[in-house]
Nanobody
Framework: QVQLVESGGGLVQAGGSLRLSCAASGSTFSLNDLAWYRQAPGKQRELVAG???????NYADSVKGRFTISRDNAKSTVYLQMASLVPEDTAVYYCMMARGSIVFWGQGTQVTVSS
C-alpha cells in the first residue's frame, strides 16, 4: 500500500521560508516521478514543481527562482524548499507520486503566508 505523508507546512510571514517534506512508502521510490501541487481556496489545484525519476525539474512560472524541488531516493523523500514567500503562496500543498498513469497523492499540508 502506497502512502505519502507531507510535513513542514505552517504559518510564515511574507519574505520568509519553509521546507516541505513528503515521505513515501510502499513503492519503488526511485523509479517514480514526483511533484508538488497546491490548491488555494476557491481555486483549482495547480502544479508547483516536478522532478522526474532522473532528476529533471520543472516549475510553475510563479515560483521560479523562489522554490526548489529535490529528492532523496535513499530516504524515499521529496522536498520543496520555499523562499521569498508571498501571501499568494497560501494554499494546501500536496505531494504527488506517479509512474506512468498510476498516481498517488498525499493528504496535504497547509501553508499560510501573512502579509
Amino acid at each position: 500500500q502506497v502512502q505519502l505523508v507531507e510535513s513542514g507546512g505552517g504559518l510564515v510571514q511574507a519574505g520568509g521560508s519553509l521546507r516541505l517534506s513528503c515521505a513515501a512508502s510502499g513503492s519503488t521510490f526511485s523509479l517514480n516521478d514526483l511533484a508538488w501541487y497546491r490548491q488555494a481556496p476557491g481555486k483549482q489545484r495547480e502544479l508547483v514543481a516536478g522532478i522526474s525519476s532522473v532528476g529533471r525539474t520543472n516549475y510553475a512560472d510563479s515560483v521560479k527562482g523562489r522554490f526548489t524541488i529535490s529528492r532523496d531516493n535513499a530516504k524515499s523523500t521529496v522536498y520543496l524548499q520555499m523562499a521569498s514567500l508571498v501571501p499568494e503562496d497560501t494554499a494546501v500543498y500536496y505531494c504527488m507520486m506517479a509512474r506512468g498513469s498510476i498516481v498517488f497523492w498525499g493528504q496535504g499540508t497547509q501553508v499560510t503566508v501573512s502579509s
